[in-house]
């Protein structure tokens, strides 16, 4: 690092001696209340830096997906798409290393909203936490996959945009994870370095025509960076594409890609670098017995019906349902893309589960409530900060009205998630799986 930043050397190291900045990105479609000295992040309209970290856990608004945690250096993502798309075209997109989320929730945002985003993340566990942040950022027209790059070979040349957030070694976050110093070496960088080429050389033949690609790690070194972006320009024939900075954005232009240093920019290392396809073949579409989804059949007429009160809309939404009842929309215009996605992918989630009829009853499920799907006379029931946070520990709340039956419980007009309101007592519905287990202080 002294040989690559010569005399900045000395500045380098005081910046990785402070504090990280604290930053989030807010939702484009939620309003939610945010202290008034909070900065901006230049590079990204709903990019905000927070004057100190706050307890996360203990803010109601973050679990209903009023923002997403996220470091600033790596929204510029956003503004990389933003230049290099247009935005009235729709786009199909794929996050191909997308855990936890970041970057796949912020294409949601940045995309037009005709667009369809594919997060894709071959780690289980990590495939989980994926999950959990698509459903907390609501969009219906986000799928997911848990596949390993080698996997998407029926694909080719399917997708407009394709994000390589790689594997690295994680140079760039050693100031907010010191730990991640120990893992550190020389043959870790060789081992990243070729393990991003087998990724790209798998994600370049996903890319349609006059595709985009964006190749970005949170490292420094020319390995992983220059070295991994000219080979990818060499090897495969991608034409590079520059980006415009501003002066007072402190980004560095480095080879064909733009550099982070946590000295001149108010943020981590990152790096990335844009390429578009110019030729190659399109995709070659199978031919389907039908447009379900995999494991899903089309969802009866009178069950859809039924919806009406849960869902607003239906008419602009396709609607599926598993064997075990589980009815999922998303929008129909892409109906016949999920098909494709479902006929390559098996471990394959698509768009918002509504929830499950039984018998009579509807049981609405967790992600209707965090999504602009739900119709607007569903009753709610606003709690105050303390009562929230009692309902996200998934405990018994008390109020002095309740609405009988279902309602949704809210948090400064967020969804947290369903209630349901008997005679004598409220259940909480919140999920077991996301319960906050924090002790709560006043």
């Not at 407009?160 to 790689?166: F, G, P, T, Y």
Request: glycine share 8%; proline share 6%; aromatic share 10%.
């Amino acid at each position: 690092m002294q040989a690559q930043l010569g005399s900045e050397w000395a500045a380098f190291l005081e910046a990785l001696a402070s504090p990280p900045p604290v930053s989030i990105r807010r939702h484009p479609l939620s309003e939610f209340k945010l202290e008034e000295n909070a900065g901006k992040v230049k590079w990204n309209p709903d990019g905000l830096y927070l004057p100190k970290r706050p307890v996360f856990t203990l803010d109601p608004s973050f679990h209903a997906g009023a923002y997403y945690v996220q470091e600033a250096s790596s929204m510029f993502v956003g503004q990389a798409v933003r230049q290099l798309t247009k935005p009235e075209a729709p786009i199909l997109a794929l996050d191909l290393c997308a855990a936890p989320g970041g970057k796949s929730t912020l294409l949601l945002s940045t995309l037009p909203q005709d667009s369809l985003v594919l997060a894709n993340e071959v780690i289980r566990s990590r495939y989980q936490s994926l999950r959990h942040n698509l459903v907390k950022w609501g969009y219906s027209n986000s799928c997911s996959s848990m596949h390993d790059s080698r996997e998407f070979s029926g694909l080719e040349g399917f997708f407009d945009l394709i994000l390589v957030d790689a594997p690295c070694s994680g140079e760039g976050l050693f100031r907010k994870d010191p730990g991640a110093t120990g893992e550190w070496s020389e043959e870790g960088v060789q081992l990243c370095a070729g393990r991003q080429k087998r990724i790209l050389a798998d994600a370049v033949k996903l890319l349609a025509p006059d595709g985009i690609m964006l190749f970005c790690t949170c490292t420094y070194n020319r390995q992983e960076n220059e070295d991994n972006a000219n080979w990818l320009k060499d090897t495969f024939g991608l034409h590079p594409e520059p980006i415009r900075l501003e002066a007072d954005w402190g980004i560095v232009s480095s080879g064909m890609g733009y550099q982070f240093y946590p000295h001149r920019v108010r943020g981590e290392g990152f790096y990335l670098a844009a390429f578009r396809k110019t030729d190659g073949p399109s995709y070659h579409a199978p031919k389907l017995r039908s447009l379900a989804p995999r494991g899903y059949q089309p969802l009866p007429g009178k069950v859809k019906d039924n919806l009406k009160e849960w869902a607003g809309d239906l008419d602009a939404l396709a609607l599926f349902q598993n064997t075990a009842g589980k009815i999922v929309a998303f929008p129909k215009q892409h109906e016949e893309r999920v098909a494709q996605l479902g006929h390559t992918l098996s471990r394959f989630q698509v768009g918002v589960e509504l929830g499950q009829f039984k018998k009579n009853d509807f049981v609405p499920a967790h992600s209707l409530a965090l999504s602009s799907l739900t119709a607007s006379r569903i009753p709610q029931l606003d709690l105050q900060r303390e009562a929230a946070l009692r309902y996200l520990k998934k405990e018994t709340i008390q109020v002095d009205e309740a609405p009988e039956g279902w309602a949704l419980v809210t948090y400064q007009g967020l969804s947290l998630g369903w209630m349901k309101g008997l005679k004598n007592r409220i259940n909480n519905y919140f999920p077991k799986e996301w319960r906050i287990r924090m002790e709560v202080k006043d």
